[in-house]
C-alpha cells in the first residue's frame, strides 16, 4: 500500500526532525525543507499528499510559499496546513483566504496531535502496530 506523503517546511531542526519522527512512526513517507524555498522545490519533487508549512522561515515566508502552491494547478488538491507559533486571528485568516485547509498553533498542539488532526483531516484510520 502507498504510504501517504509528509512535506515538513520547518526552519527549527529539532521540531523538524520531531514531526518527521512521528509521522515516521505512523507510516508516512517523510520530506524534510528548512526554509521557504527549499520548500518549495521538495513540494515539486516530492510531491507531498499533506505539507505542514510554518510561517515565519528564513527566504520565503509561510504564507509566500502557499501563495505560490496554490497559484500552482499541480497543488489544487494538497492538503496545506500552517503550522506555527502566529496565532493571532489575523493570521488565521489571513492562512485560510490563501489556502491553507487547516491551521495549527505549535504551542497549543503536540507532534501527536498534530499527527491525529492529520489523520482526521485526511481519513486514514491510525496505524496500528504489531
Not at 3 to 19: G, N, Q
Not at 62 to 85: E, H, M, P, W, Y
Request: proline share 3%.
Amino acid at each position: 500500500m502507498k504510504k501517504t506523503r509528509v512535506l515538513i517546511v520547518e526552519d527549527e531542526k529539532m521540531l523538524a526532525d520531531m514531526y518527521a519522527t512521528k509521522f515516521s512512526m505512523e507510516e508516512f513517507e517523510v520530506e524534510r525543507a528548512f526554509d521557504g524555498s527549499d520548500g518549495l522545490a521538495k513540494a515539486k519533487t516530492f510531491k507531498p499528499d499533506i505539507i505542514l508549512l510554518d510561517i515565519i522561515m528564513p527566504k520565503i515566508d509561510g504564507f509566500g510559499v502557499l501563495k505560490q502552491l496554490r497559484a500552482d494547478a499541480s497543488f489544487k488538491d494538497t492538503l496545506i496546513v500552517l503550522l506555527t507559533n502566529l496565532g493571532q486571528e489575523d493570521d488565521v485568516k489571513k492562512g485560510k483566504d490563501l489556502g491553507a485547509n487547516d491551521y495549527f498553533v505549535k504551542a497549543n498542539h503536540t507532534p501527536a496531535d498534530v499527527v491525529e488532526k492529520i489523520r482526521q483531516l485526511i481519513g486514514v484510520a491510525p496505524h496500528t502496530h504489531q
